[in-house]
């Protein structure tokens, strides 16, 4: 028990989030970049909110496009945002979450499945919705649904707060499904599809999952007091 505390109190300290820390820094910095550019280009576009709109519809998550074998757009909708509201509320869960998972599955680990649910979140959108899809929540809700998957494998050494937290989640995934189907603006397949990818890839690595807990035990273990 003590040595699955130590590993959900390791997930506050910074050297075991750098990688969530990368990835955060990664959307704001193509956020900012895109941003600049959009100012700079405003004389050709008329304004700066029409280039960035250029700029979106240039990468983001098209039926047409990806029909006729735009396939990267699948990765590049997952790194862009309509605006600052959107990056910040995609930032905030990131960091709530991406500090939870890395602990339990490393640097590589973490950014692999935030990019594979992603992706696969976006090719859920693709053959299930025909609008236009942008953003990281995504790639978000596969790290919720690895958290899930970590709390139930784990939850003897979690706390006794597991089953309001599963509760929670459930809640908050149906809710965010049910608003997908009644505005364009949330891609409701998106979340679906990235939570059943970062669930199924953490029940998949359930082994390094496990090597991982015991290699963090140790290091707790052999540390000085």
């Known amino acids: 028990m003590l040595a699955g505390y130590n ?3 390791t997930a506050l300290l910074p ?4 990688w969530t820390s990368f ?3 990664c959307n704001a910095l193509i956020y900012g970049g895109l941003l600049l550019w959009a100012i700079q280009a405003q004389a ?3 304004s700066s909110e029409n280039a960035y709109l250029w700029a979106l519809h240039s990468g983001w998550k098209s039926n047409a496009a990806l029909a ?6 699948l990765l590049s909708a997952i790194f862009l945002h309509t605006g600052w509201r959107h990056l910040a509320t995609n930032l905030l869960f990131l960091w709530l979450f991406g500090r939870l998972v890395e ?8 950014v692999t499945l935030y990019v594979l649910s992603g992706v696969l979140g976006m090719l859920a959108s693709y053959l299930f919705t025909p609008d236009a899809s942008v953003g990281a929540s995504g790639a978000i809700f596969g790290l919720i649904g690895a958290y899930t998957v970590i709390m139930i494998r784990h939850r003897k050494d979690i706390d006794s707060y597991i089953i309001p937290r599963l509760l929670y989640i459930t809640v908050f995934l149906l809710f965010q499904f049910w608003l997908g189907t009644r ?7 998106s979340h679906l599809g990235g939570f059943c990818t970062g669930a199924l890839l953490a029940w998949l690595w359930r ?3 496990i090597s991982s807990d015991r290699r963090l035990a140790q290091s707790q273990s052999a540390s000085p007091q």
Do not use: E, K
């Open 207 to 209: 082994r390094q999952i």
């Open 7 to 9: 590993l959900c109190m």
């Open 183 to 189: 505005s364009a603006s949330i891609d409701g397949w």
């Open 44 to 46: 050709q576009f008329g």
């Open 23 to 25: 990835l955060m820094l």
């Open 15 to 18: 050297s075991r989030t750098r």
């Open 103 to 110: 602990p339990w599955l490393g640097g590589l680990g973490l």
């Open 68 to 73: 006729n074998g735009d396939y990267w757009r």
